[in-house]
């Protein structure tokens, strides 16, 4: 009997780590997440080292992130316009499209330096139509009470491919090369259209003015979202100087795929738990924990130099950045449906999320030209950018609020839900 009773208290203990319903619309984007977190993981992480390896300088790969964020910046809106004209996931089918010709075109830089060009380009076009509709789907068909957790076993299905991506990654690039990479990640990218296109997306189409996007970044509620989202400003630097940091120490693709697999394996197990925790406890002391050890992770690389130092700051590191990252996200979609304005919170969350990454590229750019890779001054800028994060405008009594916020009731065997229950 007491054994019964502890399988059966451990049963519901493991299900209250997990939403309690999932819309059709949030299976389909699970499912292909899955497909496209596999293939960014295969080479986002190698995407910098390629244009290093092709023998372009630190800052010039900055001064390409750099391009691209900026252009990115004034794009957004023109994102969110298409989308609530044609729908979420029209927006990310385009996107998706466009990611190839990226791939496509990075592989091209390899015969003419005007294919840089060419990759900016594309590149600030599939941002644009994107994130915006994964976001707005995303923040459109979640539950309130459950976001914490809908966010966090989204970031577990991520961990689960990003595990496996980076090796995979490293493994055919040092066996074939990074062309045979392209074509892969390329079909990849195209197979994740498949879910969202199972069903016929209803919706009801609509109008945003472009200057709206801007109106709404600068609007003073949202001010403390814009001050916060600054950190991302980090992540900029986890993406570009981070990946060829620990190239330059592991010396092979291979090596440095494993390494972050492992690190993302271990931490994955803790996204799970903390999705619980925010959908039942108060955000803001998720968050601040978060960034705590987040700021204590840059400046713990400040001192690795090692294959085990780099796995252990690696893998305290992506542990910190999911139990920041889950109550930011889950905030996000709560306060885009709190407003009845998804498209426009959400554009306004992109807007400012870039321009950390602005700030970051140009500043970092700036200093790797006149004095050349100073790995421990990026570091050193990261965890500042991480201190942005506290300026994330939670309160006990907004998290409280956002819980019962009333939502459509959408019927679970229909296979779409009506996209014009709120005002996108």
């Given at each position: 009997?007491?054994?019964?009773?502890?399988?059966?208290?451990?049963?519901?203990?493991?299900?209250?780590?997990?939403?309690?319903?999932?819309?059709?619309?949030?299976?389909?984007?699970?499912?292909?997440?899955?497909?496209?977190?596999?293939a960014s993981a295969s080479f986002v992480l190698?995407?910098?080292?390629?244009?290093?390896?092709?023998?372009?300088?630190?800052?010039?790969?900055?001064?390409?992130?750099?391009?691209?964020?900026?252009?990115?910046?004034?794009?957004?809106?023109?994102?969110?316009?298409?989308?609530?004209?044609?729908?979420?996931?029209?927006?990310?089918?385009?996107?998706?499209?466009?990611?190839?010709?990226?791939?496509?075109?990075?592989?091209?830089?390899?015969?003419?330096?005007?294919?840089?060009?060419?990759?900016?380009?594309?590149?600030?076009?599939?941002?644009?139509?994107?994130?915006?509709?994964?976001?707005?789907?995303?923040?459109?068909?979640?539950?309130?009470?459950?976001?914490?957790?809908?966010?966090?076993?989204?970031?577990?299905?991520?961990?689960?491919?990003?595990?496996?991506?980076?090796?995979?990654?490293?493994?055919?690039?040092?066996?074939?090369?990074?062309?045979?990479?392209?074509?892969?990640?390329?079909?990849?990218?195209?197979?994740?259209?498949?879910?969202?296109?199972?069903?016929?997306?209803?919706?009801?189409?609509?109008?945003?003015?472009?200057?709206?996007?801007?109106?709404?970044?600068c609007k003073k509620e949202n001010r403390?979202?814009?001050?916060?989202?600054?950190?991302?400003?980090?992540?900029?630097?986890?993406?570009?100087?981070?990946?060829?940091?620990?190239?330059?120490?592991?010396?092979?693709?291979?090596?440095?795929?494993?390494?972050?697999?492992?690190?993302?394996?271990?931490?994955?197990?803790?996204?799970?738990?903390?999705?619980?925790?925010?959908?039942?406890?108060?955000?803001?002391?998720?968050?601040?924990?978060?960034?705590?050890?987040?700021?204590?992770?840059?400046?713990?690389?400040?001192?690795?130099?090692?294959?085990?130092?780099?796995?252990?700051?690696?893998?305290?590191?992506?542990?910190?950045?999911?139990?920041?990252?889950?109550?930011?996200?889950?905030?996000?979609?709560?306060?885009?449906?709190?407003?009845?304005?998804?498209?426009?919170?959400?554009?306004?969350?992109?807007?400012?999320?870039?321009?950390?990454?602005?700030?970051?590229?140009?500043?970092?750019?700036?200093?790797?030209?006149?004095?050349?890779?100073?790995?421990?001054?990026?570091?050193?800028?990261?965890?500042?950018?991480?201190?942005?994060?506290?300026?994330?405008?939670?309160?006990?009594?907004?998290?409280?609020?956002?819980?019962?916020?009333?939502?459509?009731?959408?019927?679970?065997?229909?296979?779409?839900?009506?996209?014009?229950?709120?005002?996108?």
């Open positions: 009997m007491e054994l019964h009773s502890f399988f059966h208290n451990a049963n519901n203990g493991l299900r209250s780590l997990f939403p309690s319903h999932l819309t059709q619309e949030l299976k389909e984007l699970y499912t292909t997440t899955a497909f496209l977190s596999f190698f995407e910098p080292i390629y244009l290093y390896t092709l023998g372009y300088p630190l800052w010039g790969i900055l001064a390409f992130y750099f391009a691209i964020y900026v252009g990115y910046f004034f794009t957004i809106p023109l994102g969110g316009k298409f989308i609530k004209r044609y729908g979420f996931e029209h927006g990310m089918l385009l996107g998706s499209l466009f990611q190839v010709l990226y791939y496509l075109s990075l592989y091209c830089i390899h015969f003419s330096p005007l294919f840089l060009g060419v990759a900016v380009i594309v590149c600030i076009l599939q941002k644009t139509f994107f994130w915006p509709g994964f976001h707005s789907d995303f923040a459109m068909f979640g539950r309130a009470g459950e976001r914490g957790r809908e966010v966090g076993n989204l970031a577990i299905l991520d961990s689960l491919v990003v595990i496996i991506g980076p090796v995979f990654g490293g493994v055919i690039i040092g066996l074939f090369g990074f062309p045979v990479l392209f074509v892969i990640v390329s079909v990849i990218v195209l197979l994740s259209n498949i879910p969202i296109m199972m069903t016929r997306e209803i919706f009801t189409p609509s109008k945003m003015k472009y200057w709206d996007s801007f109106k709404e970044l403390p979202y814009t001050l916060g989202n600054l950190g991302y400003g980090e992540e900029l630097i986890v993406l570009t100087v981070w990946p060829i940091f620990i190239y330059t120490i592991l010396g092979s693709t291979t090596a440095v795929g494993s390494t972050v697999a492992a690190a993302t394996l271990i931490s994955g197990l803790v996204v799970l738990y903390v999705g619980k925790v925010i959908d039942t406890s108060h955000k803001k002391s998720v968050l601040r924990l978060g960034v705590l050890f987040y700021i204590l992770a840059w400046l713990f690389r400040l001192m690795v130099g090692t294959i085990s130092g780099i796995f252990l700051v690696d893998f305290f590191a992506r542990t910190s950045k999911q139990v920041l990252s889950l109550p930011i996200l889950a905030g996000l979609y709560d306060h885009a449906i709190r407003t009845t304005h998804v498209v426009r919170a959400v554009v306004a969350f992109e807007m400012s999320l870039v321009l950390g990454k602005i700030l970051a590229s140009g500043g970092l750019l700036v200093v790797f030209f006149l004095f050349g890779e100073q790995w421990r001054l990026a570091f050193g800028a990261a965890a500042l950018f991480s201190l942005f994060y506290l300026g994330y405008g939670y309160s006990a009594s907004q998290s409280n609020a956002l819980a019962k916020t009333p939502r459509p009731v959408f019927s679970p065997s229909s296979k779409k839900a009506p996209r014009s229950a709120l005002s996108r």
